[in-house]
């Protein structure tokens, strides 16, 4: 399976949104999109966890929304301080959608770590641009 990078923003944008708290049922999130596999949302979820950027009690299960659709569930206890830097670094949909393209018109894949390397170098462009 590739990495959507696309995918892994969206689920730390929404675990940044969840409240704190243990996991009981009341906890689970549903990852809000029905057009991503449940796997696919579970295995995203995972490298999250492995690269540092998410702390979940457990972001394998699946369940059903109010309406029987099967649908990938997790509970986000909190961002760890890696995942909010690296959330802060590519937040802002300018400094998303340039820091795809960058790396689209290159080297058409690169690891997460650099990828959060050019979006700092994108985002700092900006605000000294802005200052001058």
């Not at 449940?38 to 059903?64: C, M, W």
């Not at 890696?82 to 690891?111: C, M, P, Y």
Request: glycine share 4%; with cysteine.
């Amino acid at each position: 399976m590739k990495r959507d990078l696309d995918l892994m923003r969206s689920l730390l944008i929404q675990a940044e949104e969840a409240t704190f708290g243990n996991a009981t049922d009341s906890d689970w999130r549903t990852f809000k999109s029905y057009e991503v596999p449940p796997d696919v949302v579970v295995y995203h979820a995972r490298l999250l966890f492995e690269q540092g950027l998410l702390h979940s009690e457990s972001i394998n299960l699946k369940g059903q929304d109010s309406n029987g659709r099967t649908v990938a569930k997790f509970c986000p206890d909190v961002l760890t301080n890696a995942g909010h830097d690296f959330l802060d670094l590519i937040q802002n949909d300018t400094v998303w959608q340039k820091t795809k393209n960058k790396v689209a018109e290159t080297t058409g894949r690169i690891s997460l770590d650099a990828f959060a390397e050019v979006a700092k170098t994108i985002a700092l462009r900006m605000i000294m641009d802005s200052v001058s």
